[in-house]
């Protein structure tokens, strides 16, 4: 058999231990699925759309099993991945997307699909390029050689998604047996040196407070911050989008402070206020991490050490290694270069936003997670989308130990979960929970086909208010609830999905009496599973912009407000 552009792909891409591609196939991108049907070394995953395959492989690289990988094809195909890959380079996720285009004889002629730049078509290398660390257009054969090397050390080094755009006729293209280059494996990052950080903590005189974020997980480097935080007694929070970077109270961590910013716990600021040194490990502390800290960082001596510096003022120590850096750390702060100021601080209350009860009908969001904290088993993993759910997720349901909890904070795209958790589970191999309104199901919810036709151990929780939520949330708040687009007519998604899909355990539960036991049968299947919860789009989440003192907070005028159903 010829030895073609895309054979070269992929048995680069099994070379190096990557296992799946995610994508959707089409026209243009057909001949790498071709190619990828004989490498024993890969399997094509078909996701339904191009969207939920980029979140599929960025929910793969999140669990730290390797470079996740997508592919696509031209024109809606490629235009399709943009939300994805925009969220991958915002959260500086790697990733590896081959993008197909029309043949490049056809360049600016007219065809269809052409994505090219020439003679007014659109051009996939700019707006790709605005997504991504590194974007190529390959223009010959040879060109491969050379590219792929350099979009996988791209997307591993500059922490990002890569784009390789593919023209047909040079996916098709013949190659010499030994004309390619070889890929190398992980390449090593630069080495921060952390002796700033050394000298800070020496000269510390009280409590330590360490706030960690998504790097520690990327980097794999728990072990190394659990060391250093005995090592300086210090109390351990953790960014939103990164709540398995660090233990959690009963799960063998009672140094836990929960969760910073604007669903974290108010605590939080407590803890960094009376802190002689606050350390961030591996985050750039985005507003939504930091909302609430402002005053208390600023008062307090702050260093930071990870890949980006943080969005505030700080000595920063750059590592594209938190592992062997933290490693480093603690070997200065060890023996006779102890940190001999540090205490273990005071206890400081772990204590919750709280939103306004609510009475109306459906299950309430703490009591939900309360029930799901009591079924889920050790070694579960969490996937969570955005929202008032994914609010009281992150506020409410602590991880699992060695298991990992996920959470697209980069854009916030609506229906991220679906894919990243399917991605998630081929990655890891174990049960995987998400968690999403049905505002996201009805997004990008048919990846539950997905996750069937693969027979994945995925439990969806599907909480179903009727609504855009949060939406509905700030049109109560901000405009007085005066009227609602964000409504929308009643549903029963689990008995829908089980009708849709022979053979789906698939249930819906109106109130708290009967979730247990649903929980219970949904875990415990041998493949995906959903759970559609009846709940309230007019439940206040923890979610502390909606909470603060002057809000005024009315019941509505439901006079307002009733959806429209035709």
């Known amino acids: 058999m010829a030895h073609r552009v895309v054979d070269h792909i992929v048995e680069s891409l099994s070379a190096i231990g990557i296992e799946y591609i995610f994508g959707v196939d089409g026209a243009n991108i057909e001949d790498l699925y071709d190619a990828a049907h004989f490498c024993d070394g890969i399997t094509a995953v078909l996701a339904k759309h191009e969207f939920s395959a980029a979140t599929m492989a960025d929910g793969y690289s999140r669990s730290g099993s390797g470079l996740g990988a997508l592919a696509a094809t031209s024109g809606g195909g490629c235009l399709n991945t943009v939300p994805g890959l925009g969220e991958a380079f915002a959260s500086r996720v790697p990733l590896l997307a081959l993008i ?15 994505t090219s730049g020439r003679n007014g078509a659109l051009d996939a290398h700019a707006l790709l390029s605005a997504v991504s660390v590194y974007c190529r257009r390959v223009l010959t054969p040879s060109d491969i050689g050379s590219a792929l090397p350099a979009a996988i050390v791209a997307a591993r080094t500059l922490r990002g998604p890569a784009v390789l755009l593919l023209p047909k006729d040079i996916q098709q293209a013949e190659l010499p047996v030994n004309g390619g280059v070889a890929v190398s494996g992980e390449p090593g990052g630069q080495l921060g040196n952390p002796h700033p950080i050394v000298r800070a903590l020496r000269r510390a005189d009280g409590p330590i407070t360490i706030i960690a974020g998504e790097q520690v997980a990327r ?36 140094s836990s402070l929960g969760v910073t910013g604007v669903m974290g716990h108010p605590g939080v600021a407590e803890a960094v206020a009376g802190s002689a040194l606050c350390l961030l490990v591996g985050t750039r502390m985005t507003v939504t991490a930091r909302a609430g800290l402002d005053g208390a960082l600023g008062a307090t001596a702050v260093y930071s050490i990870g890949s980006d510096p943080p969005h505030l003022p700080c000595t920063h120590v750059h590592t594209d290694d938190l592992r062997g850096s933290l490693t480093l750390l603690t070997a ?55 929202g008032n759910i994914g609010a009281s997720a992150i506020h409410h349901l602590p991880v699992r130990r060695d298991g990992r909890f996920l959470v697209a904070l980069g854009m916030g795209g609506m229906g991220y979960s679906f894919g990243a958790g399917v991605g998630m589970a081929f990655a890891r191999h174990r049960r995987t929970v998400v968690i999403a309104g049905d505002g996201a199901f009805l997004m990008h919810g048919m990846e539950i086909h997905t996750a069937l036709q693969y027979r994945l151990p995925v439990t969806f929780l599907l909480f179903d208010n009727h609504a855009h939520a949060m939406c509905v949330t700030r049109e109560q708040l901000f405009y007085q609830g005066r009227y609602s687009y964000n409504r929308f007519g009643p549903s029963r998604l689990g008995a829908g999905l089980a009708a849709m899909f022979p053979g789906l355990p698939s249930v819906d539960v109106d109130d708290l009496e009967h979730l247990p036991a649903a929980l219970d049968a949904a875990l415990s299947a041998a493949g995906p599973s959903v759970v559609s919860i009846e709940c309230s789009a007019d439940e206040i989440p923890p979610f502390a912009a909606f909470l603060t003192p002057d809000r005024t907070r009315t019941k509505e005028s439901r006079s307002h407000v009733v959806a429209r159903t035709r």
């Open 100 to 114: 197909g285009q029309s043949p490049t004889t056809l360049d600016g002629r007219g065809a269809f699909q052409d």
């Open 219 to 254: 980097d794999d480097a728990r072990a190394e911050l659990e060391g250093l935080r005995a090592l300086v007694r210090a109390r351990v929070a953790c960014v939103p989008d990164a709540k398995d970077a660090a233990g959690t109270p009963g799960s063998g961590s009672s």
């Open 332 to 386: 200065a702060l060890t023996g006779d270069g102890r940190a001999t100021g540090v205490r273990v601080p005071d206890a400081v209350p772990r204590n919750c936003l709280e939103p306004p009860l609510h009475d109306g009908p459906g299950v309430r969001y703490p009591d939900a997670m309360t029930v799901l904290d009591a079924a889920l088993p050790d070694g579960a993993d969490i996937v969570v989308d955005a």
